[in-house]
């Protein structure tokens, strides 16, 4: 039997085989830090009186906590100051390279990495972060871990993990005019459920996936995480190879041949079989919204608000009704007819340069709804951030009514001055929409940034087709 793509790299970073249903012992490439989950782990290897085993492959930035406005005066939060500044200290104390705020390659810890191309295909890469699933789309094996495992990881530059399973999600066919990454996403979300791909890798196949340019991939595998999966994957091919070239950190010369020879044998075997398989047909798809408090409570952008009572599941019936009355939502309203009061376009799902081109070819020439108090542009990364304002994409988010920020996490989550008051609805392209996550008693309706546009154009919910 032949072997997925997921347990190739597996195989390939194996330093130990674990007896008896131990755990395997894995290298790990590349280490991603940021500011929220690093300090007990510097702590930790300080107490030890341990240096980091490879340093080299350790790489730090500030994104969750950071302000995007005014990011010349002092943090006004002081725990949000303590965090970056700590990491400061520690980054300096230890020799961890570090992108800090007010840097060109600054930005979401998931989307500086592959501008820089330090995330290839093949690769084991880690961060005490959830959404690190996001570098899988280059073919790399990559994963959220907990604070002990990020010090484990500094001190001994491996990991000590059980395999994952593995589960297929093809997506065969084309898709319509006008629908997204971001909705094939939350389609597949809405289908097999927020736990659908719990243990699993997830690796995303089929004709839809493969037409998708990178920074699309990557929105898919961001939200594996969503589904419950440990990590989502995409095949590299030449789409991901052409992304790559000539790019800071990626291979050059004869090393860059012998890297795209091996990237290219990292692809599911033929008569592999994987733990799990799902299939949708692209053609089905629509833009997607969610209604709800949990990524999985969304439905086509022309469905209605669910109606709990006709929900047979218990449970599912349950968290519809509760989900509902936090969202302030009447069953059966159209989603069309539900008016937003902020749009945010950014965050690791959704802040990437293809998605400010989306969102500013639609708002072009338009203003802002006057019932939307605020629109928030904010680019993944500062080069994000630079590559449209070479473009001229800030004046026409400016000329929209729009605030153009610097780079960072911001709305994404109630971390940083960039908060929903509660009560407040918005449109999101982030990737979660829980209870308070943008702010408490702020309700998010994720979406992506092509409906977060015209959103943001006539006030209620819409696609650009209702322009
Ligand atoms: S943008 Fe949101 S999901 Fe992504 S790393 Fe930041 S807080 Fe996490």
Known sequence: MGSTLAEKVWADHLVRKGDDGAPDLLYIDLMLMHEVTSPQAFEGLRLAGRKPRHVDQLIATEDHNTPTVDIDRPNPDETSATQLTTLERNCEEFGVRLHPLGDADQGIVHAFAPILGLTQPGMTIVCGDSHTSTHGAFGALAFGIG???????????????????????????????????????????????????????????????????????????????EAGARAGMIAPDEVTFEYLKGRPHAPEGEMWDKAVEYWK?????????????????????????????????????????????QIADETARNAAASALKYMGLEPGTPIKDIPVDTVFIGSCTNGRIEDLREAAAIMKGHHKAESIHRVLVVPASSRVRLQAEKEGLDRIFKDFGAEWRNAGCSMCLGMNPDKLVPGERCISTSNRNFEGRQGKGGRTHLASPAVAAATAIRGTISCPADL
């Open 147 to 225: 604070t002990s495992e990020v010090e484990h990881v500094m001190a001994t530059q491996t990991l000590s993990l059980k395999p994952f399973k593995t589960m297929a999600v093809n997506v065969e066919g084309e898709l319509p005019e006008g629908v997204t990454a971001k909705d094939i996403i939350l389609a597949i979300i809405a289908k097999i459920g927020t736990g659908g791909g719990q243990g699993h890798v997830i690796e995303y196949r089929g004709e839809a996936i493969r037409k998708l340019s990178m920074d699309a991939r990557m929105t898919i595998c961001n939200m594996s995480i």
């Open 265 to 309: 044998t990292l692809k599911t075997d033929d008569d592999a079989v994987f733990d799990k398989e799902v299939t949708l047909n692209a053609a089905d798809l629509q833009p997607f919204v969610t209604w709800g408090t949990n990524p999985g409570q969304g439905a086509p952008i022309t469905a209605t608000v669910p109606v709990p009572e």
